[in-house]
């Protein structure tokens, strides 16, 4: 009785820091015991596994973006060397979807924290900006299932991109002024009227039968 009791009040605790329903739970425990192979927590090799994962041209990103401490709410830097189911629920919250009972506050500060999660994807030296480099490397990586779109040509889109953020952002930028790279701000900014919700998804985790992403 005392063992049941606590589970409920663990499920309980959890439905409050994430958002998922007792069912929803459930049903990602089961599949968080089938990547870790039901051990207590998940390694990074434990991805390589996964069949939808292995074609994305970003995989080794998003695998990242699971051991990021500042995704897991641990610190501002570094990646964790294994995460453990509530770690696992934590990274899962940002992909469930906007509750239509929210308010226009909640509901902006649950975009805010989805667009976070994403400019952590790409500030991957948690340096506070995406700088040149950052960029380039992750359009290199999206195109690099193209055949026809060579290393050069990703630079150029990359770079092409980069100088519409920093117009968007920064406006008319001086001859002699340098754009250091966008700020979680500029981001922001960047994504404003972009339906965040059609662009993150967790096909990989065939997870598509429950609601996902607060």
């Not at 409050?16 to 990074?44: A, M, N, V, Y």
């Not at 990586?141 to 050069?152: D, R």
Request: aromatic letters at 8%; glycine letters at 6%; hydrophobic letters at 35%.
């Amino acid at each position: 009785m005392g063992a049941a009791h606590s589970a409920s009040e663990e499920v309980r605790e959890l439905e409050g820091k994430t958002g998922f329903s007792s069912d929803q739970i459930e049903q990602l425990h089961r599949r968080f015991k089938q990547l870790s192979g039901d051990q207590p927590t998940i390694r990074k090799e434990n991805f390589n596994n996964v069949p939808d994962l292995e074609l994305n041209p970003i995989r080794s990103k998003i695998v990242r973006a699971f051991f990021d401490n500042r995704n897991l709410r641990k610190g501002s830097s570094g990646l964790a060397d294994e995460i453990n189911f509530e770690d696992f629920l934590t990274i899962m919250s940002y992909f469930r979807p906007i509750d239509t009972t929210m308010d226009e506050e909640q509901v902006q500060l649950c975009r805010k924290e989805k667009l976070r999660f994403l400019f952590h994807m790409y500030d991957s030296d948690s340096g506070g900006r995406i700088t040149l480099e950052e960029y380039r490397n992750v359009v290199e990586e999206l195109l690099s299932g193209n055949p026809h779109i060579e290393k050069e040509s990703a630079r150029s889109i990359a770079d092409g991109a980069m100088m519409e953020a920093a117009s968007v952002c920064v406006g008319q930028m001086e001859p002699d002024q340098v754009y250091e790279g966008i700020t979680f701000d500029d981001f922001l900014k960047i994504w404003q009227g972009i339906d965040i919700e059609t662009k993150m998804h967790v096909r990989f985790l065939n997870m598509e039968t429950i609601a996902l992403c607060h």
